[in-house]
């Protein structure tokens, strides 16, 4: 730059305002800034402004390399945690299938034990009661056994049969409560 002394800038803009510096800068030296590159570059490269953006561009770029390498440092945990996910959310799959088979299991070992499983089965016993009654009937008709064992057992299956009668007319008409 040249020894001449800086003078008052005439016009007040908006360089002269931001940059005082160049605003008083002699004419020459404008003249050299604008047709040099590389005097431009190192005179607006040492200017505070230009200093305090490239030294807030470094701690910018140090702190995303230490939290680079923070990250990186998390890395081997971060895969142990994706592993152990990974393998507890095959172990949860594999529990919920298992799960879905003792259900069907256990629903399937259950239904004799459901309210119409129960009453089929109580249909076909009193069923069963009546047929035998039935045959006790035939065989005395035929002239199987006496009277006195033929009335004693026609009696005790007889009161079986209108018993289930009387549970089945009850279940009908819905006084039978089933516990689930």
Known sequence: MSTTARTEPAISDA???????????????????????AYFDAYFNTMPQALAYHQAIEQKMRENVELAERSEAMKPDLERLREDTARLFNEANELKQRWAYLDDAQREAYRRFSQPAQLSRYRAATTVQEHLSDSLVSAFLSGEGD???FLKQYREVRKVYHKRQIGLQKWDEGKVVWMA
């Open 15 to 37: 360089l002269a305002r931001d940059f005082p510096e160049v605003a008083h800068l002699p004419k020459e030296d404008l003249q050299t800034l604008l047709e040099d590159p």
């Open 147 to 149: 009277d006195e064992s």
